[in-house]
């Protein structure tokens, strides 16, 4: 237990400023995302740019560096679904048909085990088959986050859950604090989307008596 806490203060000096604004903007994304207001997108473009910068000059993860810049493609686009209203009330919360899990589940399995082998194989990456699913899942997860889709949020309690493991197996013990706050986030935006959801179908309903 003090080797934890001793790597938390450790992390907790070496961030750069440009990293922990990326870390905060990170976490109100998904809080705001949570509440269904879309300016969420607005605080995720500049966490992602952030997170982009410090992969690319600092960590020299060129390849993380472009998923962010994938998310913040993926910001904007959230931002011109969620309509013009502050509340994004212009998209209805959704829900997804089993069959449609499983076609995700046919991109996301074959997808980690073909990225896993080939980065297990020929680089030095650690965790690489852990590291390829919670990448392509959280490429899908986003997708279901712009669309309003009310199962993004497990995707996410699942991303977040293996990161946790990834990063604490690692030693990052600070990161597995983050990807634990997020998993308690995806929880309440699980119960906050359901809960709406709920309200839409019984206006609906009480619209077609």
């Given at each position: 237990?003090?080797?934890?806490?001793?790597?938390?203060?450790?992390?907790?000096?070496?961030?750069?400023?440009?990293?922990?604004?990326?870390?905060?903007?990170?976490?109100?994304?998904?809080?705001?995302?949570?509440?269904?207001?879309?300016?969420?997108?607005?605080?995720?473009?500049?966490?992602?740019?952030?997170?982009?910068?410090?992969?690319?000059?600092?960590?020299?993860?060129?390849?993380?560096?472009?998923?962010?810049?994938?998310?913040?493609?993926?910001?904007?686009?959230?931002?011109?679904?969620?309509?013009?209203?502050?509340?994004?009330?212009?998209?209805?919360?959704?829900?997804?048909?089993?069959?449609?899990?499983?076609?995700?589940?046919?991109?996301?399995?074959?997808?980690?085990?073909?990225?896993?082998?080939?980065?297990?194989?020929?680089?030095?990456?650690?965790?690489?088959?852990?590291?390829?699913?919670?990448?392509?899942?959280?490429?899908?997860?986003?997708?279901?986050?712009?669309?309003?889709?009310?199962e993004n949020w497990w995707y996410w309690m699942v991303i977040d859950v293996v990161y946790i493991g990834i990063t604490w197996s690692r030693g990052a013990y600070l990161y597995a604090l983050?990807?634990?706050?997020?998993?308690?986030?995806?929880?309440?935006?699980?119960?906050?989307?359901?809960?709406?959801?709920?309200?839409?179908?019984?206006?609906?309903?009480?619209?077609?008596?």
């Amino acid at each position: 237990m003090a080797a934890f806490w001793n790597e938390v203060r450790a992390a907790w000096v070496a961030f750069a400023w440009y990293e922990w604004v990326a870390l905060v903007t990170g976490v109100v994304y998904v809080w705001l995302a949570a509440r269904q207001l879309r300016s969420c997108w607005y605080w995720g473009i500049l966490s992602c740019l952030l997170w982009a910068y410090a992969d690319f000059f600092y960590y020299l993860l060129y390849l993380d560096a472009i998923l962010q810049i994938f998310y913040v493609g993926m910001g904007i686009w959230g931002i011109l679904q969620w309509s013009n209203s502050s509340t994004g009330q212009g998209i209805q919360i959704e829900r997804i048909p089993w069959r449609e899990h499983l076609k995700i589940l046919v991109l996301i399995v074959p997808g980690s085990l073909f990225f896993g082998y080939f980065f297990d194989a020929y680089t030095p990456a650690a965790a690489t088959y852990a590291d390829a699913f919670t990448t392509i899942a959280a490429i899908v997860a986003t997708w279901l986050t712009v669309k309003r889709k009310l199962e993004n949020w497990w995707y996410w309690m699942v991303i977040d859950v293996v990161y946790i493991g990834i990063t604490w197996s690692r030693g990052a013990y600070l990161y597995a604090l983050l990807y634990l706050i997020y998993t308690f986030v995806a929880i309440f935006g699980w119960i906050a989307w359901k809960k709406q959801w709920m309200i839409q179908i019984k206006y609906s309903t009480a619209k077609d008596q």
